[in-house]
């Protein structure tokens, strides 16, 4: 396709969802032997290890504290293992963050950053969705 050229809208997806753990080797043969799940290579962020799974057109990222003052280190202090964050993959990040601070909900990131999958990210606050950590991310 020509670069002056738009590709089509995909709508919004679920691109991963975040699982904190212990420790990765205790739980990824789960994923990857007994569910069949095929490694997808990730770089480490945001004080996490970070080991992904392909689950479909979406991901499973396992998330091990690489300390524990890390974000997935307090978490898992505080809540235990399980569901750490939702990402959803849309159309145009900038667009969709506008939308959210037109709507009144809370950022964590005002702009967007680099995530693990190399993609530009950001995250907004569990306050203003439900209880729910939601992860923005381009395509």
């Given at each position: 396709m020509?670069?002056?050229?738009?590709?089509?809208?995909?709508?919004?997806?679920?691109a991963h969802v975040g699982l904190a753990?212990?420790?990765l080797a205790e739980?990824?043969?789960f994923y990857r032997d007994v569910l069949g799940m095929p490694e997808v290579p990730l770089d480490d962020a945001d004080g996490a290890r970070i080991a992904g799974l392909a689950a479909g057109e979406s991901l499973?990222?396992?998330?091990?504290?690489?300390?524990?003052?890390?974000?997935?280190?307090?978490?898992?202090?505080?809540r235990?293992?399980?569901?750490?964050?939702?990402?959803?993959?849309?159309d145009d990040l900038e667009a969709t963050l506008q939308r959210?601070?037109?709507a009144g909900v809370r950022l964590i990131d005002e702009t967007p950053?680099?995530?693990?999958?190399?993609?530009r990210i950001a995250f907004?606050?569990?306050?203003?969705?439900?209880?729910?950590?939601?992860e923005l991310s381009e395509y």
């Open positions: 020509p670069e002056n050229v738009p590709s089509a809208p995909r709508g919004t997806r679920i753990v212990h420790a739980i990824l043969p499973v990222e396992l998330l091990e504290p690489a300390s524990a003052e890390s974000p997935i280190g307090k978490f898992v202090a505080k235990g293992p399980g569901i750490h964050h939702i990402c959803f993959a849309v959210c601070r037109d950053r680099v995530g693990a999958e190399g993609k907004l606050h569990p306050s203003a969705t439900a209880g729910v950590l939601v």
